[in-house]
């Protein structure tokens, strides 16, 4: 199968987006794309890796483009308004048959994950790409009890490893479900680095979830 141009309801206004149904229907994971503000879309190349891996679980993946962002419909909401974004783009996948939901976010796109918690969501796990913790206000968010894979580089400026472990350290689930992967010599962009996290997402994945739920 291959991915398919939708627009989905969001309200008055609609998002743009790229679905893939997977081999498990049953199960699918939100990719959400970085600051909007800096050129962030669903076309970018840490997203489109983390769409392959969880692809190649066989699961449906849905990445979109965040209110105002290529044919979205909208204006930058903050972080709130993209978080509400991300709970419609749940209710469309479970409207396709979802029952097993994962969430995935990059950069920013990890930050309004975390921040869709709130909003209700209940994913069965999460991967937060190089969460931005030097750059967005990361302290009132909280981890899922649910197997959380967490990836930056070593020269990562927008999220450093302390800043990280800061963080981590008043996480009530972090130690038990919280995997933190470091990349030498890799900055917030993963360049010449998609290939080894693709890699890093699928052993994370393989480890956790096998087969239909």
Not at 75 to 99: I, M, P
Not at 100 to 124: C, D, I, N, R, T
Not at 159 to 186: G, I, N, Y
């Amino acid at each position: 199968m291959s991915e398919i141009h939708v627009m989905l309801k969001v309200g008055e206004n609609r998002l743009e987006g790229l679905f893939e149904k997977g081999e498990i229907a049953s199960v699918s994971v939100i990719i959400c794309h970085p600051h909007p503000l800096y050129g962030g879309s669903m076309d970018n190349g840490v997203v489109s890796t983390m769409q392959r891996s969880s692809r190649k679980m066989g699961w449906g993946t849905l990445r979109f483009n965040f209110r105002g962002v290529g044919r979205s419909d909208g204006t930058y909401g903050e972080g709130k308004g993209e978080a509400e974004d991300v709970r419609a783009v749940a209710s469309y996948l479970f409207e396709q048959g979802t029952k097993e939901l994962h969430l995935a976010g990059y950069s920013f796109g990890a930050w309004v994950a975390l921040k869709a918690l709130g909003l209700g969501l209940q994913p069965a796990s999460m991967m937060l790409i190089s969460p931005p913790i030097d750059f967005l206000e990361f302290s009132r968010l909280e981890l899922p009890a649910k197997p959380c894979l967490i990836t930056l580089g070593s020269q990562d400026d927008f999220c450093t490893f302390d800043s990280l472990q800061k963080w981590l350290s008043m996480q009530h689930s972090a130690e038990k479900f919280a995997r933190v992967e470091v990349f030498p010599d890799c900055d917030h962009f993963y360049g010449g680095n998609e290939i080894i996290l693709c890699k890093r997402i699928s052993a994370f994945l393989k480890k956790h979830f096998k087969g239909n739920p």
